[in-house]
């Protein structure tokens, strides 16, 4: 079942949309070669329960920490260690999860550390475009499927590939609800938006081939061919009239620094 929320639990989501923003925001500024993903899982954790909120992935299906950290051509699920530092030239996603007052955000950024190739720099402008001209989809009449034809379209004409294995998803009272989201597709099927919606839109995208598989420790996914891998995510609420980004941070983070 689809839910479709008020105004007033629109806001509860703002507000749990907004704290995980802000803590993007202070994990981006610290990423830098030398840091380790375990250093940015200690600060996401102190700063989310430190706002009276619950870390959305710790404990969830038994994942042992507060944020994703993937590095490279880690795609998602990437578990922070106090043993694996970032060096110049990664790039890494970090995804951030919280519930504040029953209500869940979700947000992700991929960022580059240090100076990166231009094919990194390429992959991560690129994903992220596709996160907003996905978003721009997200309207009431449209279908799901309009959004992920956003992010196909615009992620294969740099010749990128496009994950088929994870999707975006419905968020609201739990992490994951209904509708799925797919990042690809034909335009005009699935489930038509409607207002009060609110969707989980998260391309993942490959700088090779689209497959990925899952390492032995259940959670990291990979891609198959070794290639970079960008993930850009945003909780967004479709309204009567602009899509309405609860995640949506104060300060711009950058894509490359």
């Known amino acids: 079942m689809i839910v479709c929320r008020s105004s007033a639990e629109l806001q509860k989501m703002r507000e749990a949309g907004r704290l995980v923003g802000e803590v993007l925001t202070e994990l981006s ?15 996401a954790e102190k700063r989310i329960v430190a706002a009276g909120a619950v870390p959305a992935f710790k404990g969830y299906h038994g994942y042992p920490a507060t944020i994703c950290a993937s590095i490279n051509e880690e795609v998602i699920h990437g578990i922070p260690s106090g043993r694996r530092m970032l060096n110049e030239g990664d790039v890494i996603s970090i995804d951030v999860g919280a519930s504040l007052d029953g209500y869940y955000g979700d947000s992700a950024v991929t960022l580059a550390v240090g100076a990166v190739s231009e094919e990194a720099a390429t992959l991560l402008r690129v994903t992220e475009e596709a996160l907003y001209k996905a978003i721009e989809r997200a309207r009431p009449g449209n279908r799901i499927s309009d959004i992920g034809h956003a992010v196909q379209r615009h992620v294969e004409a740099y010749g990128f590939g496009v994950v088929r294995e994870f999707v975006g998803h419905g968020i609201g009272q739990r992490m994951h609800e209904e509708p799925q989201v797919p990042n690809y597709g034909d335009p005009g ?17 490959n700088a090779g081939r689209a497959a990925v598989k899952v390492l032995g420790d259940g959670w990291t996914a990979v891609t198959r061919d070794g290639s970079l891998s960008a993930h850009f995510e945003h909780t967004v609420a479709v309204t009567a009239g602009e899509p309405w980004i ?12």
Request: hydrophobic share 50%.
């Open 29 to 43: 500024a610290l990423v830098a070669p030398g840091v380790t993903t375990g250093d940015l899982d200690a600060l």
């Open 189 to 205: 099927h699935g489930p038509r938006l409607a207002e009060g919606m609110v969707l989980a839109i998260e391309p993942m995208v």
């Open 246 to 257: 609860l995640t949506a941070r104060e300060v711009p983070v950058p894509v490359n620094k």
